[in-house]
């Protein structure tokens, strides 16, 4: 009788790793909260303040996609993940949805079976340097010690900039961006390198922000979205319109102060209506109720907002909008229509 | 007669005997226990293999023989980052070899130190062995690894205070003597560098090492068959250095040693030291130094204290009771624990990745791994190669136990 105990328990444990996989919207909606893989702390994209709740610009793709597919956009267990462990935490089902300043490529795309459900935020590669060190172009480090973290895009991009300028360097690898700006602040590298915006963001918690420089060289393309498991496109495009809504709200004017009012009954603009649930079924479309993406915009504002609150020029970041501006504005945010 | 009584047994078997008979019953259990295990390691073979990714991909190791894409600071063998994920995961190899050799020698050497003193009759060295080994011992390596290398980096000079200024002055420091820089870059050394005929130096130094050896022995049979004691250290010191020295002088000084020299950002040529590889070998070598010195200690504490007084009573003087009385007698006890200090060891250098040191953990079980997505497969290669080295660490020990063990004829 033991052994058929034994048997079953083992059966059942079979079943149940098999099953964890098939639709990540059922399993949200189950279990009444979004599993969002962040930073283990970005300023300005990902970090907790000082008490304890998580803000930024990454978290606020998470609270979006919270309020529209549970209507609340508290109902988000953030799972911090770090260069190295955050894809096998998406893949082995751990986390629903990744965002965290992850580059959108070829491999990762392909090769690793994510799909990147949009950019919300187009990066580069950059050097941050000591002023002292006199360096004005990243053409004069050859020789130089330079921290990076280990296991991203940027390990990459490093060698391959430094290969191709037939310069030598002293890589040091680390594990977290906390860690590395530590190493960099004690002198142990001469260089810190990652994305433009993340060194804009860390170099903001500098004691002197001014004693450091960013080089004018970028490096690489470093498009950042979110991203979630190859086979579930019902939950991809979940994701990926709830972004596009947050974008497309920029666009329309759709703010978190009038969303409510131009949400609670048809306006003039049909392409409005349809995105707010006023017109149309499109929330029945991805499975959602009518009034998803209104919800997901009053809970974190338009793209537009979110920038401006965790990483615009008015912030200590003080991230200019550059190619991350509307496309009606010379950049290349762009959402496809509501139709 | 007691005839009727106890007529034979039929001796048929009957199912209940599997349970209910110690013939049978270890048996049985036994049994049981294969079929469970056979079945939990058939149901995780499974459960890999309904996996989706892996599905999807496949289980191949192809992608060791792509371009690896990233590079690495400490080669012992030349690699660029256009060189295979194979050749970044035999680096790290030879890395975590690296470290665990030379965090085994000086762990060693610590704990014989410690061990010996901490039996001391002085009180405050035996007291401040016994801070030592409790201290270091009960604080877990990856604490010790991090406080070293933060400490490091934070105390030692900044290597700009080694940089030339712009305007033509001198530097805020020099190297000592010209040839050694410690900075929170690393430490700079002095490389030695052979031209054509240094091997031939560095082949008389070997084969003086071996001498060396020889002298040990002849001694050693001097002693136990004429009972003469025969001088060792001077003749050993001789033997050593005495024909290297001249080989060096006659064939023209062929091996020349290059300092470091400043460039513009740190300095080029000579030896770097990387305060990960310091961290990582000093933090090892001082926590499992401790847990040594306690295994040395149990080692001369086994040794009845009849065989010192004895040793007294021939007149033997405290360092000759202890160095031909009661450690080779303690050696028989020591070895087997060693042994698996020296395994922990070599386990212990996974840890090297919260410093930044690249072993095997850092390169195949790291960035290949990360960059791959071959979780499966990475993971698997990293236990065969720590299972091959410690396995090998056991072969090697286990024959030299042998050979120190008692001898029973």
């Known amino acids: 009788m033991n052994k058929s105990v034994l048997l079953g ?5 079979g079943l149940a790793a098999a099953g964890a996989s098939a639709a990540t919207l059922d399993d949200v909606k189950a279990r009444g909260t979004l599993n969002c893989g962040v930073t283990t702390g970005v300023p300005g994209f990902a970090e907790p303040d000082a008490n304890g709740v998580w803000q930024g610009f990454d978290v606020a793709v998470c609270r979006a996609v919270a309020a529209a597919v549970l209507g609340d956009p508290e109902a988000v267990t953030f799972v911090p993940t770090t260069g190295k462990t955050r894809f096998t935490a998406l893949a082995s089902g751990e986390i629903d949805m990744l965002a965290r300043n992850t580059t959108w490529t070829f491999s990762r795309d392909t090769d690793l079976k994510f799909d990147f459900t949009g950019v919300n935020y187009y990066d580069g590669q950059g050097f941050m340097v000591p002023a002292a060190l006199g360096v004005s172009s990243a053409t004069e480090l050859d020789g130089a010690t330079v921290c990076i973290q280990t296991g991203t895009t940027t390990e990459l991009n490093l060698a391959d900039y430094f290969r191709v300028n037939n310069m030598s360097y002293e890589p040091v690898p680390i594990e977290t961006g906390a860690e590395a700006v530590q190493q960099y602040l004690a002198g142990a590298c001469d260089v810190y390198t990652t994305d433009r915006s993340a060194l804009a963001a860390q170099r903001a918690g500098f004691e002197t922000p001014s004693d450091h420089v960013i080089l004018p060289e970028v490096v690489s393309k ?16 979940i994701v990926r319109w709830t972004l596009n809504a947050l974008i497309a709200a920029e666009e329309y004017g759709v703010t978190q102060a009038n969303v409510e009012e131009l949400g609670s009954a048809p306006g003039d603009n049909p392409e409005i209506n349809r995105m707010l649930g006023t017109e149309g079924e499109l929330g029945a479309m991805v499975g959602l109720e009518a009034g998803a993406f209104k919800n997901a915009i009053a809970a974190v504002g338009n793209y537009g907002e979110v920038f401006d609150q965790n990483i615009g020029e008015s ?17 290349l945010i762009y959402s496809p229509p509501f139709r | 007669m007691t005839t009727a009584a106890d007529p034979p047994r039929a001796e048929g078997f009957r199912i209940g005997q599997l349970i209910n008979d110690t013939r049978y019953r270890s048996y049985t259990f036994q049994f049981i226990a294969l079929v469970a295990l056979i079945f939990g390691f058939s149901w995780l073979a499974y459960n890999a293999s309904q996996n989706e990714q892996l599905q999807a991909n496949g289980f191949s190791y192809d992608f060791l023989f792509a371009p690896a894409g990233y590079d690495i600071n400490q080669q012992p063998i030349p690699y660029t980052s256009q060189d295979t994920h194979l050749r970044a995961t035999v680096i790290g190899a030879i890395n975590t070899i690296i470290v665990a050799v030379l965090a085994c020698v000086t762990a060693t050497i610590f704990g014989v130190i410690a061990g010996v003193l901490r039996l001391s009759n002085n009180w405050i060295i035996s007291k ?3 801070i ?29 205070e080694f940089r030339l200024p712009n305007d033509g002055s001198d530097p805020d420091r020099a190297l000592l003597f010209g040839m050694f820089a410690a900075t929170n870059q690393g430490v700079f050394v002095p490389r030695l560098v052979f031209e054509d005929l240094g091997w031939v130096v560095a082949l008389t130094f070997l084969a003086s090492i ?17 009972g003469k004691i025969v001088p060792v250290l001077w003749p050993a010191l001789a033997i050593l250095l005495v024909p290297t020295i001249v080989v060096y002088f006659v064939l023209g000084m062929p091996i020349t040693v290059e300092n470091p020299a400043m460039g513009r950002f740190r300095f080029e040529g000579g030896f770097l030291l990387r305060p990960s590889l310091i961290a990582l070998w000093f933090a090892l070598s001082i926590y499992t130094g401790a847990f040594i010195a306690e295994n040395v200690r149990a080692g001369i504490l086994a040794i009845s204290r009849g065989q010192t007084e004895a040793a007294a009573a021939l007149g033997l003087r405290p360092g000759r009771i202890m160095s031909l009385v009661v450690l080779p007698q303690a050696l028989r006890v020591i070895i087997p624990p060693l042994i698996s200090q020296y395994l922990n060891i070599t386990k212990n250098t996974s840890l090297a990745i919260a410093v930044g040191y690249m072993d095997l953990t850092g390169t195949l079980g790291g960035i290949t791994l990360n960059q791959t997505g071959r979780a499966l497969e990475c993971i698997l290669l990293l236990m065969l190669f720590y299972l091959t080295f410690s396995l090998a660490i056991s072969a090697v020990m286990n024959v030299y136990n042998n050979s120190v063990k008692l001898k029973e004829r």
């Open chain 1, 9 to 13: 328990t083992l059966a059942f444990a």
């Open chain 1, 222 to 237: 470093e498009p950042l979205g979110p991203l979630v498991r190859h086979g579930d496109s019902e939950w991809a495009d």
């Open chain 1, 315 to 331: 912030t200590a970041i003080g991230l200019a909008r550059g190619l991350n501006a509307q496309y009606t504005d010379g950049g």
């Open chain 2, 128 to 130: 401040l062995m016994a």
């Open chain 2, 132 to 160: 030592y080994v409790e201290m270091f011992r009960n604080i877990p390596v990856l604490i010790w690894i991090i406080i070293i290398f933060t400490v490091a980096a934070n105390t030692f000079p900044p290597i700009s």
């Open chain 2, 210 to 226: 071996a001498g060396v050896f020889a002298w040990r022995a002849h001694a050693r049979n001097k002693l136990y068959s004429e």
